[in-house]
């Protein structure tokens, strides 16, 4: 039982330090986007709390919720007594149902982060795929960045949008229509990554574009990029 609690201190504590990673990328304001991270071997994520200041944020803060999105506030240490942790005021993420979702149905994702990172976010708003027209993103996603259908908060619609989209697709993100980006990894660090270079290509594209059409590339070259930079490069 102490492994599980030494794990779970150890997500919260990587989960609240990622956070800085996006204010320092700009692709979040406010209190606005989230990162979060399963607990490998367990039912269980880490995610950060609804409302609070990014500057605020602590690893005591965040939230242990189950792979269904319902806060877990401690664990039973099988001799009658009871390990607790966190803040019972604190209620999880506005997301955390859509994160959950992708736990319960992608085993290997390890890490989901949802920003409104503003370039990304405008070929969101567009419901346009972003198109493979740099080697990056060939290295990176394996080819364009997909939509994701309209879905609203509330429920796990916005989750089984990025699963359906996300499952065939080489890419780590998905603009989910009319609300933003959303990126996974193998632990939530690659998620992060993701969600940076999904923001600096979606910028670069737009870019492009008003200085005339990008030059597509090719997708045997598009594959060959992506095998390399993942399995021999990129590693």
Same mark, same amino acid.
């Given at each position: 039982?102490?492994?599980?609690? !030494?794990?779970?201190?150890? $997500?919260?504590?990587? /989960?609240?330090? #990622?956070?800085?990673?996006?204010?320092?990328?700009? #692709? /979040?304001?406010?209190?606005?986007?989230?990162?979060?991270?399963?607990? @490998?071997?367990?039912?269980?994520?880490? $995610?950060?709390?609804?409302? +609070?200041?990014?500057? !605020? #944020?602590?690893? !005591?803060?965040?939230?242990?919720?189950?792979?269904?999105?319902?806060?877990?506030?401690?664990?039973?240490?099988?001799? =009658?007594?009871?390990? !607790?942790? =966190?803040?019972?005021?604190?209620?999880?993420?506005?997301?955390?149902?859509?994160?959950?979702?992708? &736990?319960?149905?992608?085993?290997?994702?390890?890490?989901? +982060?949802?920003?409104?990172?503003?370039? %990304?976010?405008?070929?969101?708003?567009?419901?346009?795929?972003?198109?493979?027209?740099?080697?990056?993103?060939?290295?990176?996603? =394996?080819?364009?960045?997909?939509?994701?259908?309209?879905?609203?908060?509330?429920?796990?619609?916005?989750?089984?949008?990025?699963?359906?989209?996300?499952? %065939?697709?080489?890419?780590?993100? /998905?603009?989910?229509?009319?609300?933003? @980006?959303?990126? $996974?990894?193998?632990?939530?660090?690659?998620?992060?990554?993701?969600?940076?270079?999904?923001?600096?290509?979606?910028?670069? +594209?737009?870019?492009?574009?008003?200085?005339?059409?990008? #030059? @597509?590339?090719? %997708?045997?070259?598009?594959?060959?990029? &992506?095998?390399?930079?993942?399995?021999?490069?990129?590693?």
């Amino acid at each position: 039982m102490s492994a599980l609690l !030494e794990t779970i201190a150890r $997500i919260r504590a990587e /989960v609240c330090a #990622l956070h800085a990673e996006l204010t320092r990328y700009e #692709l /979040v304001v406010w209190t606005a986007g989230n990162v979060s991270a399963r607990v @490998p071997g367990h039912d269980l994520m880490v $995610i950060k709390p609804s409302g +609070v200041s990014y500057d !605020e #944020l602590t690893p !005591e803060l965040m939230v242990v919720t189950d792979l269904y999105g319902t806060p877990v506030s401690g664990i039973n240490t099988g001799s =009658g007594g009871t390990v !607790e942790w =966190g803040n019972p005021d604190l209620s999880p993420s506005s997301d955390t149902a859509a994160h959950a979702y992708v &736990y319960r149905n992608m085993p290997d994702v390890g890490g989901v +982060v949802h920003t409104h990172s503003t370039y %990304a976010t405008a070929w969101a708003a567009r419901g346009e795929p972003i198109p493979c027209v740099l080697t990056m993103m060939g290295d990176e996603f =394996g080819g364009t960045i997909p939509v994701g259908p309209f879905a609203l908060i509330g429920d796990d619609s916005i989750g089984r949008g990025i699963v359906e989209t996300l499952r %065939a697709s080489h890419s780590p993100a /998905v603009l989910m229509q009319n609300h933003g @980006p959303f990126t $996974i990894g193998k632990d939530a660090r690659s998620a992060v990554k993701a969600a940076v270079m999904c923001e600096e290509v979606a910028r670069t +594209v737009h870019i492009s574009r008003q200085l005339g059409e990008p #030059l @597509p590339i090719d %997708a045997g070259q598009i594959e060959s990029l &992506y095998d390399r930079y993942q399995n021999v490069y990129g590693r």
